[in-house]
């Protein structure tokens, strides 16, 4: 749906009234283009002393061709900020955030991109390390809300042992790939071997995905990056969605599995169908979700359970069962969609701030298991995304969506789909047990 406040903001007359007015500013983001520079200038990248991934990071941009610099001096503008905190080892030296930042933050480009990296704290067991390392949350999700212009904060807790694993992560987060995401904290394990994919425009060449509820929305492009990323994509949607579903698939070059998530042979025909037809299943995608909205003391039994049954349970039964019967390839990758109103609760959606929630509870159950099969299991919850669903919301809270975020802005399908193309890359093993809002940095919510 157009955006037609952000089209008046960018006029010639209306940037000078929000200027003027202080009015909220959501500039077009920088999105991911095939053949497009990583960023869009320089990163200056620097540490606490006794840092332990300056050099990895450094590696890993100069493979994606970014210009490193080391040196503020000067007048040049940034593509991204990177920053190791992983020397911090108590709460006084957070101040080398506050050093190595404050010169240049006027210095960061449209759509630019800062990082922190750290250390887990729940793998520290030193006190003053592990409280430094936690207070670097608060650093970047303040920071986040005072980048302007699409910028981006985020803070990637590596693991010791996994700095050869923050090739796909650090690609992704630099990237305009993540256009929408903002705000976020990321684990990188150090489970599994990060096998680079040999070409990064495609590194699900050779895989195969299923993506459900496919044929619209947030699914189709889902299916449409996944494919482009050179994964060859089952599209599965309910027979109903039966000509569109058709559409999507060939528009992906995949293929079509007419299936109601919630039938009790579900899970037993997608093993058939991506069995007989590919010899296996690589990547799956729970994206099919539905809303039956109504305040709890108005809502009939019937609009509790068809939520509960197509958002959850159905995920459950199907993971079971390709978990159970070998159905997933080994380093395959379950990818679940929750939602903001899974985290930060929604008035009228009770039945959906459950099931959402229960799909961050999913990741947090299964993802040991996960990691046990050399796999991973991750969701992303977005914020307000533009799409069939938020256009059919009443006018003012369709506006208090799309504004109430760091960007000032609804997300695109896209920004969604990027994210999930994320997981799935075979290099992000070390990523398991994730929940990555997609959401502009939403005011509402953690
Ligand atoms: P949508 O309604 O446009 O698409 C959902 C798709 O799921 C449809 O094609 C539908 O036919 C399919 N589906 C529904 N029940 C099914 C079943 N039983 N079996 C198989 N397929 C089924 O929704 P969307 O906006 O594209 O959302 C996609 C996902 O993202 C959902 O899980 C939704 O909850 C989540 N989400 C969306 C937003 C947003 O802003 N649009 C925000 C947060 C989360």
Excluded at 23 to 36: A, I
Excluded at 392 to 413: C, D, K, V, Y
Excluded at 416 to 434: F, K, Q
Aim: proline residues 4%; glycine residues 12%; positive net charge.
């Amino acid at each position: 749906m157009t955006d037609r406040y952000q089209q008046f903001a960018s006029s010639t007359v209306g940037s000078l009234m929000v200027r003027r007015l202080g009015l909220p500013d959501p500039v077009p983001l920088r999105r991911y283009e095939p053949g497009q520079p990583l960023l869009t200038g320089p990163a200056l990248l620097g540490g606490a002393p006794g840092g332990r991934l300056s050099d990895a990071v450094a590696e890993v941009l100069g493979k994606a061709d970014a210009e490193v610099v080391t040196d503020a001096a000067g007048d040049t503008r940034f593509g991204a900020l990177v920053f190791d905190a992983t020397g911090i080892t108590s709460p006084e030296q957070l101040v080398r955030l506050h050093e190595f930042f404050n010169p240049v933050l006027r210095r960061v480009r449209s759509s630019g991109r800062v990082l922190v990296l750290g250390t887990p704290p729940e793998k520290i067991t030193a006190a003053a390390e592990k409280i430094a390392q936690r207070a670097l949350e608060g650093f970047t999700r303040s920071l986040g809300k005072e980048m302007r212009r699409g910028a981006t904060v985020q803070l990637v807790y590596v693991e010791k042992g996994a700095e050869a694993s923050m090739e796909s992560t650090l690609r992704f987060l630099l990237s305009a790939r993540s256009a929408y995401v903002s705000g976020q904290v990321v684990r990188i394990s150090a489970a599994g071997e990060a096998l680079a994919p040999e070409d990064w425009t495609r590194p699900l060449a050779g895989k195969v995905a299923v993506v459900t509820g496919a044929s619209r929305g947030i699914g189709a492009s889902i299916a449409t990056v996944l494919a482009r990323d050179g994964a060859t994509v089952v599209c599965l949607d309910v027979p109903a969605a039966g000509d569109r579903l058709s559409t999507v698939a060939n528009r992906v070059g995949g293929s079509t599995l007419q299936l109601d998530v919630t039938a009790d042979d579900a899970a037993d025909r997608l093993i058939e169908f991506t069995g007989g037809r590919y010899g296996g299943l690589d990547i799956l995608v729970h994206n099919a979700g539905i809303t039956r909205d109504r305040k709890l003391a108005n809502m009939d039994r019937g609009r509790w359970d068809s939520v509960l049954a197509v958002n959850l349970a159905s995920q459950l039964r199907i993971n079971e069962t390709l978990l159970s019967r070998k159905g997933l390839n080994s380093g395959g990758r379950i990818i679940g969609v929750s939602s903001m109103a899974g985290i930060a609760g929604n008035a009228g959606q009770t039945n959906y701030g459950t099931s959402k929630a229960g799909v961050i509870g999913m990741v947090q159950a299964l993802a040991p298991r996960m990691a046990r099969r050399g796999g991973t299991v991750n969701a992303v919850a977005p914020g307000f995304i533009e799409t069939d669903m938020t256009a059919a919301m009443p006018l003012f809270l369709r506006e208090a969506g799309r504004r109430m975020n760091a960007m000032t802005q609804g997300g695109l399908p896209v920004d969604v789909a990027e994210t999930i193309a994320w997981y799935a890359n075979p290099a992000s093993v070390g990523v398991n047990g994730n929940v990555v809002r997609v959401c502009g940095q939403s005011l509402l919510g953690a």
